[in-house]
């Protein structure tokens, strides 16, 4: 079993920054692919970013590319989520997400049901 904790969500008017992270309590934290959804009241939760077990390559939803940035550190059982820009639609509760599966397919990294642990959840709420 992964827990995940979310941290680093907030009330931020638009234009603002916020940056979140995810502390995974697991020794192999390298070995899980990590990604970052999100949900809105009433809407499916879906894709924001991923990245590889090794952080050497990352993937975004086209509605947060440019604005937002998802790193890893592997020493310290962590991942981040770098969110610049922000709009009012960003607003959302904010999910980590790791999984242990190997991703045959670039694709498998936007599918939520390729993940097998999930965090609680951080709001982001964006101000107009």
């Known amino acids: 079993q992964v827990q995940l904790v979310e941290s680093g969500g907030g009330l931020v008017q638009a234009g603002g920054s916020l940056r979140l992270s995810c502390a995974a309590s697991?020794?192999?934290?390298?070995?899980?692919?990590m990604g970052w959804f999100r949900q809105a009241p009433g809407k499916e939760r879906d894709f924001v970013a991923a990245v590889r077990r090794s952080g050497g390559s990352t993937y975004y939803a086209d509605s947060v590319k440019g604005r937002f940035t998802i790193s890893r550190d592997n020493a310290k059982n962590t991942v981040y989520l770098q969110m610049n820009s922000l709009k009012p639609e960003d607003t959302a509760a904010y999910y980590c997400?790791?999984?242990?599966?190997?991703?045959?397919?670039?694709?498998?990294?936007?599918?939520?049901?390729?993940?097998?642990?999930w965090g609680q959840g951080t709001q982001v709420t964006v101000s107009s």
């Open positions: 997400a790791a999984s242990s599966s190997v991703f045959y397919s670039s694709s498998y990294y936007y599918t939520k049901d390729r993940y097998d642990y």
């Open positions: 697991t020794r192999t934290f390298s070995s899980y692919a």
